[in-house]
C-alpha cells in the first residue's frame, strides 16, 4: 500500500513538472517569434520532435497500415492547425492570457462530441461552459470589459483545434499503436508546416541562434519529453489527479509571463484566470475527487 502511495506522489509531482514545462512553453514562443515567423517555427519545432521520437519507434515502421496512417494524417491536420493558430496568436496577445485561452478545449471537446455522437453533455459540462464563457470575457477584456483583441480569438481557434485533436485521437486510438501515432502525427505536422509556411511566409530563412534554441527546447522538452513523462505518469496516477494537475499549464504560463516577460496582470485578468481554472477542473474531473473524500470520511464515521 506504501508503495503504491509512494508512486502515485512520484507521478503527480512528474505530472506537475509537464505542467510547468508546458506553461513555460509560451514563454519560449513569445520570446523567439522575434527571429523566426510562426509557422516555420511550427514545422521546426515538429522536425526536432519527430526526430527525437522517431530514434524508439523506427522499428514499429515496418507494421504501418493505410488505416493508422489516414487516422495519423486526420489527427495530425488537427495538431497542425492547433500550433499553428496558437503560434500566430501569440504574437498578439500575452504569454499568459494564450495559455488560458488555449486550456478551454477541454471545455468545447463535450459540445463537439454531441454534434458527431448526438450524446448531450451532462450538467458538469454545461457548467463549466457557462463559467468559461465568463471566465473567456473577463480575461480578454484586460483592465476594462471591452472587445477581444485578434490574438484572443486565434488562442480561442487553437482551443477549437485542439478540442478536434483530442476527439479524432480518441476515435482512431483504439485501433493503432501510440508511439506509432505520435510519430505520424509529428511527420504530418512537419510536412504541413514547412508547405504551409513556405506559401504564407515564403522561402525560408535562418533564424537567429537563440532562436533555434527555443525551438529546441520546445522541440525535445514541451513535446517529446513531456509527452513521454505524461504517459508514463499516468500509469501510477489517476485521470483525475492527471486532469487537475495537468490544467495547471495555464496558471503556469500566466506566472511565467508576468516574472520574465513582464506582463500585465489586472484584477478583473486574475478573476477571469481564476474562473476559466475552476471550470476546466470541472469539465476534467466533474468534482469526483470530492465526492471520493465525503465517502471516505463517512465509511470513517460508520466504522
Known sequence: METTKKKMFIADLSMLLVAVIWGSGFIVTKNILSGITPIYMVAMRFAVATLAIGIFTVPKIKSVKASDLKGGMIIGLMLFLGFATQTIGIQYTTAGKSAFLTGTNVVMVPFISWF????????????????????????????????????????????????????????????????????????????????????????????????????LYLGVFSTCVA????????????????????????LFGTVFGMIFLSEPFTLIMAMGCLIILLAIITAETRWNFLRAADKKRSKKATA
Open 227 to 250: 509527452f513521454f513523462i505524461q504517459t508514463t505518469a499516468q500509469k501510477y496516477t489517476s485521470d483525475t489527479h492527471a486532469a487537475i494537475i495537468l490544467s495547471l499549464e495555464s
Open 116 to 215: 458527431i455522437y448526438k450524446k448531450r453533455p451532462d450538467v458538469f459540462a454545461i457548467t463549466a461552459a457557462v463559467m468559461c464563457f465568463v471566465g473567456v470575457s473577463l480575461l480578454t477584456s484586460g483592465a476594462k470589459l471591452g472587445a477581444m483583441a485578434a490574438g484572443d480569438l486565434w488562442a480561442l481557434s487553437c482551443a477549437l483545434f485542439f478540442a478536434l485533436h483530442i476527439i479524432t485521437t480518441g476515435i482512431f486510438v483504439k485501433n493503432i499503436n501510440p508511439a506509432l501515432l505520435t510519430l505520424i502525427q509529428f511527420v504530418t505536422v512537419t510536412v504541413l508546416a514547412f508547405i504551409a509556411a513556405y506559401f504564407i511566409e515564403g522561402p525560408m530563412y535562418l533564424p537567429s541562434v537563440s532562436a533555434m534554441t527555443g525551438v
